[in-house]
């Protein structure tokens, strides 16, 4: 089945260390995408990349670090500098515009808590 | 900058009811595109209608039909006889056409009741 997983499903980490998020997909997608989602918000864009090897800040990239090195794979570190670190993050992927519009796929998400 | 507004944090409606959530948005932009998504209790956002702003119809999705207002740039969102399934966060997003970066709204939380 294609879809894009992510993992772990739940994620503590201890204040000060650095964390990686997982993202895969098997869609042959070329744009990957990282979110936020906290309480009573939408969705906030971290960081995407539309091809391999090249990435862009989105809205709150400050503390947040990505790499991709591979089409399938787009992982998010959460390093020590994200002042509130917890929330729930969301992978997604989509594919390219062609006659009608590219429409962004999501992973399950993953729940990370800082203690 | 573009913006998207849900201006009802919460809704009910009984089973095999109508309800409508609202949604508005701002852009400059003359091409775009507007979404509805829904993230039931599993949290896995579900895409469930797409509007094209130069398409003047309006998409319908089976029981999920909008009704998009290009001038007032209103997009809101119907669902016919709704289902306990339906219960939900459902956000509205826009995008624009040379972009890939979704704008969400803060979501409206709908519970179907029996």
């Known amino acids: 089945d294609g879809g894009i997983t992510q993992s772990p499903k739940y994620l503590f980490r201890k204040e000060g260390q650095n964390v990686t998020l997982s993202c895969e997909q098997n869609l042959n997608h070329d744009a990957m995408y990282w979110y936020r989602q906290d309480p009573g918000q939408g969705l906030r864009l971290i960081y995407y990349?539309?091809?391999?090897?090249?990435?862009q800040k989105g809205d709150i990239a400050e503390g947040y670090s990505v790499s991709r090195e591979k089409k399938e794979s787009f992982p998010l570190t959460v390093t020590s500098a994200q002042k509130n670190p917890t929330a729930f993050y969301l992978c997604?992927?989509?594919?390219?515009?062609?006659?009608?519009?590219?429409?962004?796929?999501f992973g399950p998400g993953t729940r990370l808590t800082v203690l | 900058a573009q913006t998207v507004t849900q201006s009802q944090p919460e809704m009910s409606v009984q089973e095999a009811e109508t309800v409508t959530l609202s949604c508005t948005y701002d852009t400059s932009e003359s091409n775009y595109y507007l979404f509805w998504y829904k993230q039931p209790p599993s949290r896995q956002m579900i895409l469930v209608i797409r509007q094209e702003a130069y398409k003047q119809q309006n998409a319908t999705e089976n029981r999920f039909s909008v009704n998009f207002q290009k001038a007032a740039k209103s997009f809101s969102l119907k669902i016919s006889d709704s289902q306990l399934g339906d219960t939900a966060m459902y956000f509205c997003a826009s995008r624009s056409y040379n972009t890939d970066k979704l704008i969400f709204g803060t979501g409206t939380r709908l519970q179907v009741f029996p």
């Open positions: 997604a992927s989509s594919g390219p515009q062609l006659a009608g519009v590219n429409e962004q796929f």
């Open positions: 990349s539309q091809i391999v090897n090249d990435f």
